[in-house]
T-cell receptor, first 112, second 114 residues
Framework: KAGVTQTPRYLIKTRGQQVTLSCSPI?????VSWYQQTPGQGLQFLFE???????NKGNFPGRFSGRQFSNSRSEMNVSTLELGDSALYLC???????????FGPGTRLLVL | QKEVEQDPGPLSVPEGAIVSLNCTYS??????FMWYRQYSRKGPELLMY????GNKEDGRFTAQVDKSSKYISLFIRDSQPSDSATYLC??????????????FGKGTHLIIQP
């Protein structure tokens, strides 16, 4: 069974731009969570989606948003990029909200 | 004080040694505890998943949870160079993370010397 896939794998943007990252969960998984990983803060929870609904959001500004489609694929969007948004963005999928999370390889975003 | 504390290392040990990795936490609501392994430029890979206090063994890996001390450990026996990676502890109040997601330690960078 294929794992979680994330596209693109690498991205370079400039301050003020916006970016959209994509995540395709493991087949049959309906829950998708997003995390930001930086050397200073480690892995931090962004938000979780289940059945196209955002269930909760971590302590991030409104510039960070996401959505989930009916096929469980998810996208996250960051508007008005800042230098501090440079990070590895990880997507994790699970069968449901109460199930074990499996991570994708991440999208490495560099903001210049 | 962060919710989860983990020594970042690096921790360097010779091949074949027993490795001990640890995390402490402050939130008594945490009930589910996980260890993930992350190789450079890869996503975290789940190694161990335990609920509440106790031990769990899987091959060369043993996870221990002591909720009374708010302390969790991962032991790796007969360590191999391929075990060199960053090890992240994670925990949550709900199974699988739930709506609040997983809370991670910053990870310990482990180096197994051949």
């Amino acid at each position: 069974k294929a794992g979680v896939t994330q596209t693109p794998r690498y991205l370079i943007k400039t301050r003020g731009q916006q970016v959209t990252l994509s995540c395709s969960p493991i087949s049959g998984h309906r829950s998708v969570s997003w995390y930001q990983q930086t050397p200073g803060q480690g892995l931090q929870f962004l938000f979780e989606y289940f059945s196209e609904t955002q269930r909760n959001k971590g302590n991030f500004p409104g510039r960070f948003s996401g959505r989930q489609f009916s096929n469980s694929r998810s996208e996250m969007n960051v508007s008005t990029l800042e230098l501090g948004d440079s990070a590895l963005y990880l997507c994790a999928s699970s069968l449901g909200p109460e199930e074990t999370q499996y991570f994708g390889p991440g999208t490495r975003l560099l903001v210049l | 004080q962060k919710e989860v504390e983990q020594d970042p290392g690096p921790l360097s040990v010779p091949e074949g040694a027993i490795v001990s990795l640890n995390c402490t936490y402050s939130n008594s609501a945490f009930q589910y505890f996980m260890w993930y392994r992350q190789y450079s430029r890869k996503g975290p890979e789940l190694l161990m998943y335990t609920y509440s206090s106790g031990n769990k063994e899987d091959g060369r890996f043993t996870a221990q949870v002591d909720k009374s001390s708010k302390y969790i450990s991962l032991f790796i026996r007969d360590s191999q160079p391929s075990d060199s990676a960053t090890y992240l502890c994670a925990m949550s109040g709900a199974s699988g993370g739930g709506a609040d997601g997983l809370t991670f330690g910053k990870g310990t960078h482990l180096i197994i010397q051949p």
